[in-house]
C-alpha cells in the first residue's frame, strides 16, 4: 500500500504481559515516529527514528516501552508488563526526511486495551 | 506540562457557518504550525501548515491566521460542510527538535446539515 501501514489495528490482553505493535512507514521516508493518543486526547510523542541515527527516546514514559527499527524500514514498539494506563490508540507516522517542510504522514494506530 | 493549548475541546455550527479552533503556544523556538484532521477510526492527515514568517495562509475553504507577537494561531474553516465533522488538531515543532510535533489537545468540530 502508499500509506503507513500499523498492525495489529486493535490488540487486548491482559495486565502483566508484554505487547508488540508494528508500523511499516511509507517506502522511501527515512524517519520514523510512535505517538500515543489517550481517549479524547491529543497525541503525545514516544520515539523517533532518522535514518541510522540513534533514536530519540525522550517520550518514552517507563522504561517498560522500547522500539527498534530493523533495516532503516519496519518499527515495532514493544510495551512489557502492560498496566491499564498503557490502554491508547499508539500511532506511526513517517516522513521523507527530519526536514520542517516534510509532512508526517500517519497510520491509522493500533487501539491498545488492557484488561 | 502542555505546551500548546487548544481550544475549544468542542464546537457545533450549522452548514456554512465559519467554525474557528485557537492554539495558544509557549516555546518561542517552535519555527512550524500545522493542523491535523482525524476522523474516528483513522490516523490524523495534515491539513495546512504555516511558518511564522507569514501571518496567514489559505488553502482552499481552510485558513490559518498566526500572530507571532501573541503567540497565537486558529483555523478558520469556510462554509462548512457536515462532511467536515471531524477532530481538528493543531501542532508545533521545535527548531532542532528533529521534526517531532508537540499536539494540541484536540477540537471535536460538529457541523450540522
Not at chain 2, 502542555?2 to 457545533?12: D, E, N, R, Y
Request: hydrophobic residues 30%; aromatic residues 10%; charged residues 20%.
Amino acid at each position: 500500500g502508499a500509506g503507513v501501514s500499523q498492525s495489529p489495528s486493535n490488540k487486548v490482553t491482559e495486565k502483566g504481559k508484554d505487547v508488540e505493535l508494528r508500523c511499516d512507514p511509507i517506502s522511501g521516508h527515512t524517519a520514523l515516529y510512535w505517538y500515543r493518543q489517550s481517549l479524547g486526547q491529543g497525541l503525545e510523542f514516544l520515539i523517533y527514528f532518522q535514518g541510522n541515527s540513534a533514536p530519540d527516546k525522550s517520550g518514552l514514559p517507563s522504561d517498560r516501552f522500547s522500539a527498534e527499527r530493523t533495516g532503516g524500514s519496519v518499527s515495532t514498539l514493544t510495551i512489557q508488563r502492560t498496566q491499564q494506563e498503557d490502554s491508547a490508540v499508539y500511532l506511526c507516522a513517517s516522513s521523507r526526511n527530519r526536514g520542517s517542510n516534510q509532512p508526517q504522514h500517519f497510520g491509522d494506530g493500533t487501539r491498545l486495551s488492557i484488561l | 506540562q502542555q505546551q500548546v493549548k487548544q481550544s475549544p475541546q468542542s464546537l457545533i455550527v450549522q452548514k456554512g457557518g465559519i467554525p474557528i479552533i485557537n492554539c495558544a503556544y509557549e516555546n518561542t523556538a517552535f519555527d512550524y504550525f500545522p493542523w491535523y484532521q482525524q476522523f474516528p477510526g483513522k490516523g490524523p492527515a495534515l491539513l495546512i501548515a504555516i511558518r511564522p514568517d507569514v501571518s496567514e495562509k489559505k488553502e482552499g475553504r481552510f485558513t490559518i491566521s498566526f500572530n507571532k507577537s501573541a503567540k497565537q494561531f486558529s483555523l478558520h474553516i469556510m462554509d462548512s460542510q457536515p462532511g467536515d465533522s471531524a477532530t481538528y488538531f493543531c501542532a508545533a515543532r521545535g527548531a532542532n527538535a528533529g521534526n517531532m510535533l508537540t499536539f494540541g489537545g484536540g477540537t471535536r468540530l460538529m457541523v450540522k446539515p
